[in-house]
């Protein structure tokens, strides 16, 4: 039995390789991802700075949050750069419909930047997804900002961050060191994926996508991931706990010297006694 999935949630963050602040609610972790997202605007902006982070869609419960304190708030995003970190592709390589039910670019559309008030957004050149046909613009970008202040997302089922997928051929100086990408979702990934999003209908799960690279992240300032699902319940225990590999991607930010994981209650049981 491996000891790390026996930690009862009161333990859960003792002695952690990455610290893990456990909260009482699904609310209460994204509350605390739109407010990391704010002080940094609030920041940067006081300092006559300009704001780079790298955002998910998945999670996605932060941005009701998000855009209420914006608006309430009159924060002006006109100084911010958002990188998407992901998007999917048909099988053809290129973008899905912006109409689909699973794009990422329609999906910030309509819930994110469609909800803030026009006055406050920034402009649509600074509302970034990588480019599958130019994947090193990503680079690029980051690079004539300064760097990335915020990188705020989610952990997949194999320890994938963005859609940096599991790789156990790789070392983890080697897997570190990818960048931007086009690629194939793995068969994990997928599955978790329909089970959650079309009642385990994996055939109809897209294959391909565009993802921000892991290096790229690790290269953010700050790093703030939420979990709050039951399948969590192993996945952060093996993150902040398990060896660094390529095997399970997340493992790698155990060496960042400013990341932390927002848990809820239901992913801070134990995922098995």
């Not at 949050?65 to 592709?89: G, H, P, W």
């Not at 992240?217 to 700050?222: A, D, E, G």
């Not at 390529?246 to 848990?263: C, E, G, K, M, R």
Request: aromatic content about 8%.
């Amino acid at each position: 039995m491996i000891d790390y999935y026996q930690i009862p949630p009161q333990e859960l963050g003792i002695s952690a390789k990455i610290p893990l602040n456990v909260m009482e609610s699904s609310e209460a972790v994204f509350s605390e991802l739109a407010m990391e997202m704010i002080r940094e605007i609030e920041k940067n902006q006081k300092n006559g700075k300009h704001t780079v982070m790298i955002i998910p869609v998945g999670p996605v419960g932060h941005y009701p949050f998000f855009v209420k304190m914006v608006n309430d708030q009159r924060l002006s995003l006109k100084d911010c750069t958002f990188i998407n970190m992901d998007e999917y592709l048909t099988d053809e390589g290129e973008y899905i419909d912006k109409n689909s039910r699973f794009s990422f670019r329609g999906f910030m559309e309509r819930e994110v930047y469609g909800k803030i008030d026009p006055d406050l957004l920034m402009k649509a050149d600074q509302r970034i997804f990588p480019d599958p046909h130019h994947p090193e613009a990503i680079q690029e970008i980051i690079a004539s900002l300064g760097g990335v202040d915020l990188t705020i997302g989610g952990i997949g089922i194999n320890g994938h961050v963005a859609f940096n997928e599991a790789d156990d051929s790789m070392t983890p100086e080697a897997f570190a060191a990818l960048h931007t990408r086009a690629l194939d979702i793995s068969p994990e990934t997928r599955t978790s994926g329909a089970i959650g999003d079309l009642g385990g209908a994996i055939e109809a799960f897209p294959k391909k996508c565009v993802t921000v690279g892991i290096a790229e992240i690790l290269t953010s300032r700050k790093i703030r991931l939420g979990v709050f699902r039951d399948w969590h319940r192993a996945v952060v225990r093996r993150a902040a706990y398990g060896e660094i590999t390529a095997a399970f991607p997340v493992t790698l930010l155990q060496n960042h010297p400013d990341v932390s994981i927002y848990v809820n209650d239901i992913a801070a049981k134990q995922p098995f006694s």
